[in-house]
């Protein structure tokens, strides 16, 4: 079952946070992530992470998970450790000539690899717990003020579900790609740079063309349809906040007050 996984696809099972109302979730994502990008001390990001597992505890999925959706940005992770430790001025700990890390670099480096981590947790409890069309629910009926501006609410919302139906495809397109150029000898990882490169060309070719022929597909499923711009259309489970929605959003309040009042004290 873990292998048939992807990052960012919607796993069933019977929590607290699959069963709020996805407004909720969207609303405590939101306060989550402005509460670790504003975290600057120690204790302040220690709430947040305890208030990040937590979640992720009480959606019921399991850690190995959660991990797998770390897993595809390790690299960005490294180069953001990479570059902060070496363009951060300081004490020197490593100090090459052209080359100079400080202590206050890797202090830094440690603190933005740790928020990015908690960023990509967050973002990964919604994905996991919420399906594209609750997703597309919620952002409807909160943009749906914006309408009357002018805005196409309705249609950017319906962008924003394809999105995410796309994105665990996409994934399971690369790692069928990626085995198969795999089982025919292809060097992602042995050689010279240039070699590596050259290797990835009948890679990502046959994955842009099996990406493309999903879209089109799909175009021609929504035409079938009789998919119309601007139609209105009804659901068949009316969104509604529950006294769990209610706590979730007050909790989080109470975690982003804390960081403001740690940040300004």
């Not at 990964?124 to 952002?139: D, G, I, S």
Request: aromatic share 10%; glycine share 6%; hydrophobic share 55%.
């Amino acid at each position: 079952m873990l292998d048939g996984i992807n990052p960012g696809q919607y796993i069933p099972a019977d929590s607290l946070i699959h069963r709020m109302d996805p407004r909720a979730k969207l609303i405590v994502t939101v306060i989550s992530v402005l509460a670790v990008i504003l975290a600057s001390s120690l204790s302040a990001l220690l709430v947040v992470l305890i208030w990040s597992v937590l979640v992720a505890r009480m959606s019921g999925i399991k850690a190995v998970f959660y991990w797998r959706s770390l897993k595809p940005l390790w690299v960005l992770l490294l180069f953001s450790f990479f570059f902060r430790a070496c363009f951060t001025p300081g004490k020197p700990f490593i100090d090459t000539g052209f080359l100079m890390i400080s202590y206050e670099g890797i202090i830094s480096a440690g603190w933005l690899v740790w928020k990015l981590a908690l960023l990509v947790l967050t973002s990964a409890v919604v994905t996991f717990t919420t399906t594209p069309l609750q997703l597309t629910a919620a952002l409807e009926q909160m943009l749906m003020p914006l309408a009357r501006i002018g805005l196409p609410v309705r249609e950017m919302s319906m962008m924003v579900n394809l999105a995410l139906r796309f994105i665990p495809t996409l994934f399971q397109e690369t790692r069928l790609l990626f085995m198969a150029q795999w089982s025919r000898g292809a060097a992602f990882t042995r050689g010279r740079i240039t070699d590596r490169l050259k290797g990835l060309v009948p890679f990502i070719v046959p994955l842009l063309t099996n990406v493309y022929q999903r879209a089109d597909e799909l175009a021609l499923g929504m035409e079938t349809r009789c998919y119309r711009v601007g139609a209105v259309r009804s659901r068949m489970k009316p969104l509604q906040f529950k006294p769990l929605d209610v706590v979730a959003v007050l909790s989080s309040n109470l975690v982003l007050v804390f960081v403001l009042v740690q940040r300004l004290g």
